[in-house]
């Protein structure tokens, strides 16, 4: 469990970035943070593991609350893993396997569990084969990927990924978005940002929508997404299959104030209206 109270934040004495954020994530959930561009996400998650000391309010895990020493700062990250927005902020070693397995090896895992992590991890994203290759020759893609494997070879309880699926091709993320169910599937609490409200509904339980550096809007996808003013403040838009049957509603369509928000619950509706016809 992850809890955040009241978080104050500023870059400089001008600019808060962070207002007073309180915010509760339960172990096993998969929720997703949304809000535009400057809005405070990856400022928010760069304080879940202690890399960010807030200026006010504490950050809790497991229910205990965060310290900023060496040696709690190494207890906290074992168990928050946070993948970059930047994967250049995250790889730094000279080969793709030295660097996933620069995390195990800091753990002071036995070299055998360490090689079996980094092949499992590499596996997973997708990039088996590139073991020897150099990060800073990888393109965007990849090197997101190898980002990715470095954090699941640490084997995190919670895992924090800021706009995943950025720059990834269409199977990339159809692909990422498989694995982080699968994790979360396997216990692994999952927090990810992300601009992509279509895919919003297939990977978050919850959602936690930020606006100029305070929280504005909490709870399920379709919560959220029936919410005209949240969505409107942060920027956002309703998923393209919703907007799609809101549409069909101004045609006459009786939607009975239920509008799909994926394509699986889009073929359903559409088998209910034909067969009300
Ligand atoms: N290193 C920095 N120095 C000064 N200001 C910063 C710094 N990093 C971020 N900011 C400012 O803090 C605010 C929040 O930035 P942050 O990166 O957290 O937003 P974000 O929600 O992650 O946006 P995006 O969707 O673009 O990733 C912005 O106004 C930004 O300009
Ligand atoms: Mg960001």
């Known amino acids: 469990m992850i809890e955040v109270k009241n978080l104050k934040y500023s870059y400089n004495s001008q600019y808060q970035a962070l207002k007073g954020v309180s915010l509760k994530v339960n172990k096993g959930e998969m929720v997703s943070l949304l809000g535009k561009n ?35 700062l190494l207890k906290f990250r074992q168990k928050v893993g946070i993948v970059f927005q930047n994967p250049d902020d995250q790889i730094f070693a000279p080969t793709v396997e030295e660097d996933v397995a620069f995390g195990p090896l800091n753990l002071g895992l036995p070299m055998e569990e360490v090689q ?13 084969g590139f073991e020897k ?3 800073h020759h990888l393109s965007g893609g990849q090197k997101k990927r190898v980002a ?5 070879a640490m084997k995190p309880e919670i895992m924090v990924l800021d706009e995943p699926t950025a720059g990834l091709d269409p199977q990339g993320v159809t692909n990422l978005s498989k694995l ?20 919003v509904p297939n990977y978050a339980d919850k959602i936690f929508v930020l606006v ?8 399920t996808p ?19 299959v919703t907007d799609l049957f809101q549409q069909l509603e101004t045609e006459g369509f009786d939607m009975n104030g239920d509008y799909p928000l994926t394509i699986s619950e889009a073929k359903e509706k559409f088998i209910d209206l034909f067969n009300n016809r």
């Open 38 to 72: 400057g809005a405070g996400k990856s400022t928010l998650f760069l304080h879940l593991n202690g890399i960010y000391e807030p200026d006010e309010g504490q950050v809790f895990i497991d229910g205990e609350e965060l310290k900023y020493d060496k040696k709690s």
């Open 116 to 128: 079996d992590r980094v092949e499992d991890a590499l596996a997973r994203v997708g990039m088996s």
């Open 133 to 135: 290759a150099a990060p």
């Open 148 to 152: 990715i494997a470095g954090i699941l």
């Open 180 to 199: 982080l169910r699968q994790l979360n599937d396997e216990g692994i609490t999952i927090i990810i940002s992300t601009h992509e409200v279509d895919l």
């Open 212 to 219: 100029d550096g305070l929280l504005i809007g909490e709870g």
């Open 222 to 240: 379709k919560e959220i997404f029936s919410q005209p003013e949240i969505l409107e403040k942060a920027n956002l838009k309703v998923p393209i």
